[in-house]
């Protein structure tokens, strides 16, 4: 297959690849987290392709992608009055909602769930293509078990003549997946960790938790797997003391050591530096931990994660 590579595309070069989506075909686009793999979020068959072209498994649900806050109500039912609040406060924004769902969403986007993550994307393509096309199911658009693509590099090697567009909006800003909120549970459980932060969602869910399988722990669906994961092997070390030893323990092979303090920086480069390590040949990626508050509960999520098995 011959995927069509639209560079940095105005609204109309974008409604090409809205008919890609309408046409039941799958479009990689970018979102201010990671770039998307979108299929049209009401059709089956388009759906279906998104799990083939990633090797995901089916049990792992995917997240729906709105261009208005009103689309909300059609793709979900039961909404607690809390999602007003959040929705003001954090949409368009790296804020993802777990609600009941509406029939209308296929089975196969929520793995057979009887709830659906939401969330309306920070990105002028991201919009403008899901508001010709309509919602969009969308995972991170890498091969499952890779870290998520966050430049378009990533997305060609990944996709290139498998799907049949691409669309370049150049580098993600965050660089990290949305925050996964389920509004669903009582209390609301933060499921996965992102740029919006516990801090931040406290302030308007006095209640908040954070579910057990953040820090470590498995528990949710597509939490089992194995995310994130460069090549090499990956060792946390709190400190350069240990960062040493570590380089010692393995003189004899290819070693990167990740040592940043910023953390909006490492969160930007994390994956990106991964991917390169794998092309590289690094062996093992040490990496100096951040801590767990902040972006620094995603990055630390992340960071488990590839350092499991
Ligand atoms: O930033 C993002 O969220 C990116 C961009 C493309 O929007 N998307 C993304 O999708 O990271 P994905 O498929 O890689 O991750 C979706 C996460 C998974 O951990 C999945 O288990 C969870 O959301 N999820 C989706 N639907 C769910 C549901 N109904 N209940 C609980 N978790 C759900
Ligand atoms: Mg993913």
Not at 54 to 61: E, F, H, I, L
Not at 71 to 84: K, S, T
Not at 288 to 301: D, H, R
Request: glycine content about 6%.
């Amino acid at each position: 297959m011959k995927t069509l590579i639209l560079e940095m595309p105005e609204d109309e070069e974008i409604r090409t690849a809205a008919e890609i989506i309408k046409s039941g075909n799958l479009v990689a686009f970018p979102t201010e987290t990671v770039y998307g793999l979108g299929a049209s979020a009401l059709n089956t068959e388009a759906v279906k392709k998104i799990f083939k072209a990633k090797g995901r498994p089916n049990d792992n649900p995917l997240i729906v992608h709105i261009a208005k806050k009103e689309d909300l109500n059609e793709l979900a039912v039961n909404i607690p009055e809390i999602a007003e609040k959040l929705i003001n406060r954090f949409w368009p924004g790296p804020l993802t909602l777990v609600l009941k769902k509406n029939k209308v969403i296929p089975d196969e986007v929520t793995a057979g769930l009887d709830t659906v993550a939401i969330r309306m994307p920070k990105n002028e393509i991201a919009i403008s293509l899901i508001e010709q096309s309509g919602p969009i199911a969308a995972p991170s658009a890498n091969l499952s078990g890779k870290p998520s693509g966050t430049s378009i590099n990533h997305v060609i090697q990944d996709f290139n003549g498998k799907i049949d567009c691409i669309i370049d909006g150049g580098d993600a800003d965050i660089g990290l997946e949305s925050t996964v909120l389920d509004l669903t549970s009582s209390p609301i459980a933060i499921l996965r960790p992102g740029k919006i932060t516990f801090e931040q969602l406290r302030k308007i869910i006095p209640d908040l938790v954070i579910s057990s399988h953040v820090k470590g722990e498995v528990k949710s669906p597509g939490m089992k797997y194995k995310h994130y994961a460069p090549r090499a092997k990956v060792i946390l070390a709190k400190d350069k003391i240990e960062i040493s030893k570590i380089k010692k323990k393995y003189s004899d092979k290819k070693i990167k050591v990740i040592d940043m303090n910023n953390s909006k920086l490492l969160a930007k480069n994390l994956f990106k530096i991964f991917r390169e390590s794998d092309i590289e040949g690094y062996e093992i990626i040490v990496v100096k931990t951040v801590k767990e508050k902040g972006i620094g509960l995603a990055i630390m999520n992340r960071l488990k994660k590839a350092s499991l098995g």
